[in-house]
């Protein structure tokens, strides 16, 4: 009897408090995104009107609204195609340099594995930050590039698409090689060598030892990178210019500048159904499925 | 000998990236002029700024308040997490529990900024609480998401952890709680505060979900160093950034090797 008072304080406790604030919130991001808006504190109308009878007063508009306009999906698109070429750079640095570390003798490989894993340890933004002086008009790398003599004049480097890939592959690197590591630490490194002796060159060994085998961290490493960028603000805040919008920004003025309080929600809720739902549906499953095949 | 020159070049050139900004950043800050990008020479006088900047101090002294109780507080509900996924069969809507335990780790910090800040008006609306958003509200989301983080390094934890060693104290005689507190807690110990160090860095770090939740008399670290970088260089920025960087690498260091206890 006591174990069973237990058991539920223990699993209850968390439970109650994610329901409380975060699912209700959730659930709260979708009642506005389907109320209709109105001038007003808060701008929008209730989705239940009781002044006439009862009355469910819900509306599709605000989605009609973000995906009828190219500014919304535009955006979109843009934060799709830059988490896209981000995860792309992050597995090509993180892919050989994890590669290495795996493969590293194993006091080398622990010392080698917390020297790339500490710098996420220091400040998001003020990473973000040391980027913005690196690339400055007068900053380190213009100065480089002048003594070399290969350009003859400053480069605007700052505030422009380049400089938020630069940031978004600098912060997010250590997310790819952990995940990464972790499968390559894993498989024997004897198939290399017995690949080689069956006579496949390197390329070879590679597309059909090495790469395959390391599939599942190479996905979750990307989705780790993918996810977050799609709906980073910071970064494009800090180094971005004005060449490109991207999906946090317009949601964050959607909200903080426009006040249309339910487009925000729209914009946020599809968000949530687009990148989030799959993903979670996925480790659901996975989930289950690992649990089964251990029993 | 050809592909350990590859190797060592890689590892090189990676550790170069990685390193290189953050040694520019602290390089800087001892630049005497107040212009950041213009060498003038050595000085400490942006250390000394810092020091007596108020707004950044109490911002800072904010910041840990609400991290270390926020990280204490996603320790505990996410032990139990970890606890309840690997060891207690009966959980009722489980999948529900596996959605709302891991979606807080892949959900976009703005999507959580914004419906953390929605609940808290639309809550004030129903039951006249918060009536304004401050240091509570900001706590209380930090709690909501480094929950997760905490629950999946227990979880990890306790999946290799040895059962027998419990049966073996349950045949003794030893009741479920006494297990719990005498052997089982004790022996995840060092991953429980590793959990506790990540969630109080991430606290301590973010800057979107506080800008958020914030209100007045709230503002964080991260919120104030924003506010002064976003349209330019600050040289007090740069010695605040030296300090942190320095502070956070060594909780980092402590968290590996706290962390690292259990894989051995």
């Given at each position: 009897?006591?174990?069973?008072?237990f058991?539920?304080?223990?699993?209850?406790s968390?439970?109650?408090?994610?329901?409380?604030?975060?699912?209700?919130?959730?659930?709260?991001?979708?009642?506005?995104?389907?109320?209709?808006?109105?001038?007003?504190?808060?701008?929008?109308q209730?989705?239940?009107?009781?002044?006439?009878?009862?009355?469910?007063?819900?509306t599709?508009?605000?989605?009609?609204?973000?995906?009828?306009?190219?500014?919304?999906?535009?955006?979109?698109v843009?934060?799709?195609?830059?988490?896209?070429?981000?995860t792309f750079?992050?597995l090509?640095i993180g892919f050989?340099?994890?590669f290495?570390?795996?493969?590293s003798?194993?006091?080398?490989?622990?010392?080698?594995?917390?020297l790339?894993?500490?710098?996420?340890?220091s400040?998001?933004l003020?990473?973000?930050y040391?980027?913005?002086?690196?690339?400055?008009n007068?900053?380190?790398?213009?100065?480089i590039?002048l003594?070399?003599?290969i350009?003859?004049?400053?480069l605007?480097?700052?505030?422009?698409?380049?400089?938020?890939?630069?940031?978004?592959?600098?912060?997010?690197?250590?997310?790819?090689?952990?995940?990464?590591?972790?499968?390559?630490?894993?498989?024997?490194?004897?198939?290399?060598?017995?690949?080689k002796?069956?006579?496949?060159n390197?390329t070879?060994?590679?597309?059909k030892?090495?790469?395959?085998?390391?599939?599942?961290?190479?996905?979750?490493?990307?989705?780790?990178v993918?996810?977050p960028?799609?709906?980073?603000?910071?970064?494009?805040?800090?180094?971005?210019?004005?060449?490109?919008?991207?999906?946090?920004?317009?949601?964050?003025?959607?909200?903080?500048?426009?006040?249309n309080?339910?487009?925000?929600?729209a914009?946020?809720?599809?968000?949530?159904?687009?990148?989030?739902?799959?993903?979670?549906i996925?480790?659901?499953?996975?989930?289950?499925?690992?649990?089964?095949?251990?029993? | 000998?050809k592909?350990?020159?590859?190797?060592?070049?890689?590892?090189?050139?990676?550790?170069f990236f990685?390193?290189?900004?953050?040694?520019?950043?602290?390089?800087y800050s001892?630049?005497?002029?107040?212009?950041?990008?213009v060498?003038k020479g050595?000085?400490?006088?942006?250390?000394?700024?810092?020091?007596?900047?108020?707004?950044i101090?109490?911002?800072?002294?904010?910041s840990?308040?609400?991290?270390?109780?926020?990280?204490?507080f996603?320790?505990?509900l996410?032990?139990?997490?970890?606890?309840?996924?690997?060891r207690i069969?009966?959980?009722?809507f489980?999948?529900?529990?596996?959605f709302l335990?891991?979606?807080?780790?892949?959900?976009?910090?703005?999507?959580l900024g914004?419906?953390?800040l929605?609940?808290?008006i639309?809550?004030n609306?129903?039951?006249?609480?918060?009536?304004s958003?401050?240091?509570?509200?900001?706590f209380?989301s930090?709690?909501t998401?480094?929950?997760?983080?905490?629950?999946?390094?227990?979880?990890?934890?306790?999946?290799?952890?040895n059962?027998?060693?419990?049966?073996?104290?349950?045949?003794?005689?030893?009741?479920?709680?006494?297990v719990?507190?005498?052997?089982?807690?004790?022996?995840?110990?060092?991953?429980?505060?590793?959990?506790?160090?990540?969630?109080?860095?991430?606290?301590?770090?973010?800057?979107?979900?506080a800008?958020?939740?914030?209100?007045?008399?709230?503002n964080?670290?991260?919120?104030?160093?924003f506010?002064?970088?976003?349209?330019?260089l600050?040289p007090?920025?740069n010695?605040?950034s030296?300090?942190?960087?320095?502070?956070?690498?060594i909780?980092?260091?402590f968290?590996?090797?706290?962390n690292?206890?259990?894989k051995?």
């Amino acid at each position: 009897m006591k174990n069973k008072l237990f058991e539920k304080y223990f699993v209850f406790s968390p439970y109650f408090w994610l329901v409380l604030f975060f699912f209700i919130p959730l659930a709260i991001i979708f009642k506005i995104s389907i109320s209709v808006s109105e001038w007003g504190m808060p701008p929008y109308q209730d989705i239940f009107l009781f002044d006439n009878g009862f009355k469910i007063n819900t509306t599709l508009e605000n989605y009609v609204y973000i995906f009828s306009d190219y500014y919304y999906i535009g955006s979109f698109v843009n934060s799709l195609i830059l988490a896209l070429i981000s995860t792309f750079f992050c597995l090509l640095i993180g892919f050989p340099l994890s590669f290495y570390i795996a493969t590293s003798n194993i006091r080398l490989r622990n010392i080698l594995l917390v020297l790339v894993v500490i710098p996420f340890w220091s400040s998001f933004l003020l990473r973000v930050y040391a980027w913005k002086i690196i690339l400055q008009n007068n900053g380190i790398l213009n100065v480089i590039l002048l003594n070399l003599g290969i350009t003859s004049e400053p480069l605007q480097l700052l505030y422009n698409q380049y400089a938020v890939i630069m940031g978004i592959v600098y912060t997010y690197l250590p997310l790819m090689i952990l995940p990464l590591y972790g499968y390559l630490n894993k498989f024997d490194l004897n198939l290399i060598e017995a690949s080689k002796d069956l006579g496949l060159n390197r390329t070879k060994t590679f597309f059909k030892v090495i790469l395959p085998l390391s599939v599942p961290g190479i996905v979750a490493g990307s989705l780790l990178v993918f996810i977050p960028v799609v709906g980073e603000f910071i970064i494009p805040e800090m180094l971005g210019g004005s060449d490109r919008l991207y999906y946090g920004k317009i949601l964050w003025e959607e909200f903080f500048v426009n006040r249309n309080w339910p487009g925000a929600s729209a914009l946020a809720f599809s968000g949530i159904i687009i990148l989030v739902l799959p993903i979670v549906i996925f480790q659901i499953l996975y989930s289950r499925w690992s649990q089964k095949n251990e029993i | 000998m050809k592909s350990s020159l590859i190797k060592s070049t890689v590892i090189f050139l990676g550790l170069f990236f990685l390193y290189f900004p953050i040694l520019v950043l602290i390089f800087y800050s001892f630049n005497e002029n107040k212009r950041v990008m213009v060498w003038k020479g050595f000085s400490l006088r942006w250390y000394n700024e810092l020091f007596n900047n108020e707004q950044i101090i109490e911002a800072f002294i904010i910041s840990i308040k609400i991290a270390a109780l926020s990280a204490t507080f996603a320790t505990i509900l996410g032990v139990m997490i970890g606890y309840s996924l690997v060891r207690i069969r009966k959980i009722p809507f489980k999948s529900f529990y596996i959605f709302l335990s891991s979606t807080p780790l892949v959900l976009p910090e703005l999507i959580l900024g914004l419906s953390m800040l929605l609940f808290f008006i639309s809550l004030n609306n129903v039951i006249g609480f918060p009536s304004s958003r401050g240091q509570l509200t900001i706590f209380i989301s930090h709690v909501t998401f480094c929950i997760a983080f905490v629950a999946i390094i227990i979880q990890a934890r306790l999946t290799d952890f040895n059962k027998n060693i419990e049966e073996a104290a349950m045949d003794l005689g030893y009741n479920y709680t006494k297990v719990l507190y005498k052997i089982t807690l004790p022996i995840i110990l060092p991953s429980i505060i590793a959990g506790w160090l990540l969630a109080f860095t991430i606290s301590l770090d973010d800057l979107v979900v506080a800008s958020f939740t914030t209100g007045p008399g709230a503002n964080t670290l991260p919120i104030v160093v924003f506010s002064k970088v976003r349209l330019g260089l600050s040289p007090e920025v740069n010695a605040l950034s030296a300090i942190l960087m320095f502070a956070l690498i060594i909780i980092g260091l402590f968290y590996f090797y706290f962390n690292k206890k259990f894989k051995h």
